[in-house]
Nanobody
């Protein structure tokens, strides 16, 4: 299993960013996928999950209405569109199959003026 996150960077408060995750080594289109994040000094936090078909999504309360998870099963790619970013969203973001204990290296998002 390989998970490669990308697209992180430094943005100002209120700006948007889309991060991606390319997955391989398992049947991507048949499993739910999730985004997690970890801020400095804090535990890993679940952010969002999407069902295998992309029809069903769930978000943690702090990102509802601002973040949107999506997937392209043809390209084995998971996305997280992040809008109205705030400093508290700064973290390393990881993708993983929802029910498998695999992690990528993550992509760092920093929100700062």
């Amino acid at each position: 299993v390989q998970l490669v996150e990308s697209g992180g960077g430094l943005v100002q408060p209120g700006e948007s960013l889309r991060i991606s995750c390319v997955a391989s080594g398992f049947l991507f289109g048949e499993v739910a996928m999730a985004w997690y994040r970890q801020s400095i000094g804090k535990q890993v936090e679940w952010v969002a999950v999407i069902g295998p078909t992309g029809r069903d999504t769930t978000y943690t309360d702090s990102v509802k209405g601002r973040f949107f998870i999506s997937r392209d099963n043809a390209d084995n790619t998971l996305y997280l569109q992040m809008n109205s970013l705030q400093p508290e969203d700064s973290a390393v973001y990881y993708c993983r199959p929802a029910d498998m204990p695999y992690w990528g290296k993550g992509t760092e998002v920093t929100v700062s003026s």
